[in-house]
């Protein structure tokens, strides 16, 4: 089983800067893709970005690429996301999500963080 522990969420102003961390660890195989995403109250998850342990990086916009910014360690399993320039809009909960290799080594397992506040308001 992979855990994975998010922080740095909390209360910034419209324009101000978080960065968001998560920290996967327990029984570790091969994560791949770790990513980021949000829930706003009242409407479904979305995938904020991505980053895959090559280094593909998807995100959810290129409105939202411009103001975040998404990368990873592989050798601590850890991955970050850089958010600037913040939103009322982007207020939600952001979890991290990672899937690792199953022992079998056929597919991949999801696994979510229990995910961190992030509220933009003046």
């Known amino acids: 089983q992979v855990q994975l522990m998010e922080s740095g969420g909390g209360l910034v102003q419209p324009g101000g800067s978080l960065k968001l961390s998560c920290q996967a660890s327990?029984?570790?195989?091969?994560?791949?893709?770790m990513g980021w995403y949000r829930q706003a109250p009242g409407k479904q998850r979305e995938m904020v970005a991505t980053?895959?342990?090559?280094?593909?990086?998807?995100y959810l916009s290129d409105s939202l690429k411009d103001r975040f910014t998404i990368s990873r360690d592989n050798a601590k399993n850890t991955v970050h996301l850089q958010m600037n320039s913040l939103e009322p809009e982007d207020t939600g909960v952001y979890y991290c999500?990672?899937?690792?290799?199953?022992?079998?080594?056929?597919?991949?397992?999801?696994?979510w963080g229990q995910g961190t506040q992030v509220t933009v308001s003046s």
């Open positions: 999500n990672a899937d690792d290799l199953h022992s079998s080594g056929n597919y991949y397992l999801d696994f």
């Open positions: 327990g029984l570790i195989r091969r994560i791949d893709v």
């Open positions: 980053i895959s342990r090559r280094g593909t990086i998807n």
